[in-house]
């Protein structure tokens, strides 16, 4: 069982990246996988999450508007398309899933991927 977050990297205020949470060992089909994210210093929050049934989606409020959780149960895999990206969004991105439904509290999340930077800076 394994979820690898990638696509992060360095980018300038107002630019886009696109993150994905590939899933293998595993179907996606029955798991909600949310997103979350941690800077140095801070606790880790729930920035998106989208479920397993009908692909309800949900997001934090800071980054509605910008960012896109969508998935593709053929590749097996969830995106976060990250855009209008500001110095503040910068941090550790993680993928973790969950049965079901999304859940607000991290402790719900039975498995995590590592986690992929993203650092916002010009």
């Known amino acids: 069982v394994q979820l690898q977050a990638s696509g992060g990297g360095l980018v300038q205020p107002g630019g886009s990246l696109r993150l994905s949470c590939a899933a293998s060992?595993?179907?996606?089909?029955?798991?909600?996988i949310g997103w979350f994210r941690q800077a140095p210093g801070k606790e880790r929050e729930g920035v998106s999450c989208i479920s397993s049934r009908y692909g309800t989606t949900y997001y934090t409020d800071s980054i509605k508007g910008r960012f896109t959780i969508t998935r593709d149960n053929a590749k097996n895999t969830v995106y976060l398309q990250m855009n209008s990206l500001k110095p503040e969004d910068t941090a550790v991105y993680f993928c973790a899933r969950k049965i079901d439904s999304c859940s607000v509290y991290d402790t719900e999340y039975g498995y995590w991927g590592q986690g992929t930077q993203v650092t916002v800076s010009s």
């Open positions: 060992g595993f179907s996606l089909n029955y798991y909600a």
